[in-house]
């Protein structure tokens, strides 16, 4: 019985301790992950340290770890890009190139899909991931079909490929979280071949909630650059 007794104890004293994480134990508010992760196959080559696929979704894995959000919208996704999301998150809807991953000690529900984003609700709130891209007609479009989403407490994030202008113009019943908080627009496009700026294109937008925080992640994680697109976290107050 004594040898059974200890045979238990380092049992348990040999299995993984998993600690709550701060955003999961804070209820009155969500932490959002947007990041295009540019799609693997346009960096197949390993001999490459910088952009290789591999090496730039295990720096991804490290900053999602790091910023421990409680919602990723990720855009540009091909498997096996998903196996590098963290355990602790279940997949969204229907999405494979702009998936939505969620806490799972989260509730979700509402799935709704489209090209150009998808949506769900976690916590009584509308989550719209957008990659959608420069033509004006397309991002009327998105605009459009983004309108058709709101519930009265939404966030909508992602790749726009357009500039915070084009999309107030095209009738966004939403405010920018940028705006909101007085942050002046940094330029989200980290190009990996060309020094030329494309400006402000990825964007967290709100309706009906109070944005506390926003951050662009420009830190490598071990390479010189995740993707061709900067990460964007945004912290919202949900009570």
Request: hydrophobic content about 40%; charged content about 25%.
């Amino acid at each position: 019985m004594r040898r059974i007794r200890q045979f238990l104890l380092l049992a348990m004293a040999t299995l993984p301790f998993h600690s709550v994480s701060a955003s999961a134990q804070t209820a009155d508010s969500l932490t959002i992950l947007s990041f295009n992760v540019r799609e693997w196959t346009r960096d197949t080559d390993e001999s490459r340290q910088d952009t290789y696929w591999k090496r730039r979704m295990e720096a991804m894995e490290r900053m999602i770890r790091d910023v421990d959000p409680d919602i990723i919208c990720l855009q540009e996704v091909l498997p096996p890009v998903g196996r590098y999301v963290p355990e602790g998150y279940k997949s969204s809807g229907l999405s494979v190139s702009h998936p939505i991953y969620i806490r799972k000690s989260l509730k979700s529900s509402g799935h709704r899909f489209s090209i150009f984003w998808e949506a769900c609700t976690v916590s009584g709130i509308r989550i719209i991931n957008v990659h959608s891209r420069w033509e004006a007609k397309i991002v009327a479009r998105t605009v459009e079909q983004v309108n058709a989403q709101l519930t009265g407490k939404d966030v909508a994030c992602g790749d726009w490929n357009t500039f915070l202008k084009n999309l107030t113009g095209a009738g966004l019943k939403m405010e920018s979280a940028r705006s909101i908080l007085g942050i002046e627009e940094e330029d989200t496009f980290a190009n990996f071949t060309k020094p030329e700026s494309h400006g402000a294109i990825d964007h967290f937008f709100v309706n009906g909630l109070t944005p506390l925080s926003y951050r662009m992640i420009t830190d490598g994680y071990g390479v010189a650059k995740i993707s061709d697109h900067y990460p964007i976290v945004l912290k919202i107050k949900i009570k």
